[in-house]
């Protein structure tokens, strides 16, 4: 699917995406849901992602603590708070260690716990994205903290790109499990 390029495109994506990503974990199987994640003997599957998450709990926190990144990000700096996207002492080189400290930091979330943050998380960046126009979302540095980006970019990668990326891993993993 071609990356949005306009408010409308963005928002259906997002929900389109969510919506598949919720259908896939409500379709797997109660051996899939019980059997770790394990790509250990994919080559392909290089990233450091593929051995940090163990179960659909650790997807679901992820998603939900980068919503809380940019909920963070966008309300702070539209109340005249400057702060980076990410969290000091991360930056775009070590964001890989921001995920394990996520990862750490939820290792005794539930299952239902995760989903039920991540569905209300869900519904509070759509409700944010919603409120800004086309042009304030897609307009290149229209505002100064998103630097030479659109701010839409961040929805993006925040909402259906990162909903590509779960739901590929949760495939990959009931398809590992068959």
Known sequence: MPRPTNK?????????????????ADSMSDKARITPFDFSGEISKKEAHWQRDKDIRDVFVHLYEWHKLLLNWVNS???????????EPYNWKTYGDMNMEIWKKHRDTSPDAARTMLERSHADVMALAERFSEEELFT???????GNNALGSYFISTLSSHYDWALKKLKAHIKRVR
């Not at 700096?77 to 969290?87: C, D, H, I, M, Q």
Request: glycine share 2%; charged share 20%.
């Open 8 to 24: 409308n495109d963005l928002l259906n994506q997002a929900e389109e995406n969510f919506k598949k990503l919720m259908q896939t």
């Open 140 to 146: 290149r540095s229209h505002f100064s903290w998103t």
């Open 77 to 87: 700096n539209l109340n005249g708070e400057s702060v980076p996207f990410l969290p």
